[in-house]
Each structure stands twice: as C-alpha cells, then as structure tokens.
C-alpha cells in the first residue's frame, strides 16, 4: 500500500512563509522517480485547484496565482517534494493535497491545513 504523508502545514501572519512536504516512504525508489507529483489545495466551497506540479525529469509548473511566489522541488534520495511558499496571503489558505500520478496510477495524501491570518 503506497502511502502519501504530507507536513508543514500550519498558521501563518500574511506575508509569511511556510515549506509543505509531501513523502511516499514506501514506494521503491526507482517507480517514485517516474511519477509526476503535484500540490493541490482546496478551499472550504470551493473546488480543489493544482497550485504546482513538478515531472520525473524535474520540469516544474505553477498556477498563476503563485508564480514567484511558491516553488516547487523534488529530491528523489529522500522520496520527497517540497513546497516552498513565501509571501502568503489570505487567499492561499486551505487544505493543501499532494498528489502522485502516473499513467496507470494516482495516490493522494490526506492533506495539511494552511492558514493565514490577515
């Protein structure tokens, strides 16, 4: 059973930074490194978006609404993907998902909460 633990979650004033984690332990190193993993969030109403996504080969995208702001990055050693998000405003608050994908295979973590305080 492939499992998705997502951390980092948690209160921050706007304008703060916050690094969310997302870790598969125990799937075999050389499948993890062929899934693409994604960050998704999703908003009390409203419906989960990808905030960011990053491929095998390390080939990153973001939503506009947090370009230049979040980045996201893969270290395949340790089975994790990183978020960075600087600069966060009311707006980023929500449960934030880690997804990974591949052509015939899809997991989800339970999510993390991030919350921002104007």
């Known amino acids: 059973q492939v499992q998705v633990v997502e951390s980092g979650g948690g209160l921050v004033q706007a304008g703060g930074s916050l690094r969310l984690s997302c870790k598969a332990p125990r799937m075999i190193f050389s499948v993890y490194t062929g899934y693409v993993v994604g960050w998704y969030r999703q908003a009390p109403g409203n419906q989960r978006e990808l905030v960011a996504r990053v491929d095998s080969g390390g080939t990153t995208n973001y939503s506009d609404s947090v370009k230049g702001r979040f980045t996201i990055s893969r270290d395949n050693s340790r089975k994790t993907v990183f978020l960075q998000m600087n600069d966060l405003k009311p707006d980023d608050a929500a449960v934030y998902y880690c997804?990974?994908?591949?052509?015939?295979?899809?997991?989800w973590g339970q999510g993390t909460r991030v919350t921002v305080s104007s």
């Open positions: 997804n990974l994908h591949s052509e015939s295979r899809e997991y």
